[in-house]
């Protein structure tokens, strides 16, 4: 069981908007930041959001991050068939360790 | 741009030892900037499982729950890190990465923790 919980799934259609949820506790969420990632089959993840809702380099505007108190959210807009991948979310947690979520596999109808 | 590599056997026998090593190319592995050289797995179909990580001067921090079986090191002179997991069973079969990770403290008491780049990743099935 992961640390930080996510929906197994989630699905839209091209051009829509989604969100997917990250839950945590005080020790993880609640006080720290959020960093997503994005992970196609058989590849490593990527960085998609650090520091709750900085992007790297490189990475589209349709994807941004936001937190409020022990959850935060990823939000993807105009969705392409390309964003279909599995997205993590992971923060540090005051039991000195870093945790992550189970994994949202998005599907672009 | 930043590059890491991990390399290993593939095929670990039970109750045998894990052994990997991460080679990084395009940065300074002993950049005394908030880079803390980090280990992840994935069991096959399963989540991401933080492992630890190894700062540059060697010291090292693992998870509670591979604590008592694990070992990091740094080689900064070939720009390699490595792992060790004693006593492997096939719970320990996955892929693992090693990655660069970098520490924020932007005010007291909050952390920001995060891996800008990743290796490709190295499948380690435990079986005899």
């Known amino acids: 069981q992961s640390v930080l919980t996510q929906p197994p799934s989630v699905s839209a259609a091209p051009g829509q908007s989604v969100t997917i949820s990250c839950s945590g506790s005080?020790?993880?969420?609640?006080?720290?930041?959020v960093s997503w990632y994005q992970q196609f089959p058989g590849t490593a993840p990527k960085l998609l959001i650090y520091e709750n809702n900085k992007r790297p380099s490189g990475i589209p505007d349709r994807f941004s991050g936001s937190k409020s108190g022990t959850s935060a959210t990823l939000a993807i807009t105009g969705l392409q068939t390309g964003d279909e991948a599995e997205y993590f979310c992971g923060a540090w947690d005051s039991s000195v360790s870093g945790v992550f979520g189970g994994g949202t596999k998005l599907t672009v109808l | 741009q930043v590059q890491l590599q991990e390399s290993g056997p593939g095929l670990v026998k039970p109750s045998e030892t894990l052994s990997l090593t991460c080679t990084v190319s395009g940065d300074s592995i002993n950049d005394i900037d908030d880079y803390y050289w980090s280990w992840i797995r994935q069991p096959p179909g399963k989540g991401l499982e933080w492992i630890g990580y190894?700062?540059?001067?060697?010291?090292?921090t693992f998870s509670r729950s591979l604590k008592s079986r694990g070992t990091m090191s740094v080689d900064t002179s070939k720009s390699q890190f490595s792992l060790r997991l004693s006593d492997v069973t096939s719970a320990d079969t996955a892929v693992y990465y090693c990655a660069r990770g970098r520490f924020r403290y932007p005010r007291i008491g909050v952390t920001g923790y995060y891996f800008d780049y990743w290796g490709q990743g190295t499948l380690v099935t435990a079986s005899s």
């Open positions: 190894v700062y540059y001067t060697g010291s090292t």
């Open positions: 005080s020790s993880n969420i609640g006080r720290n930041y």
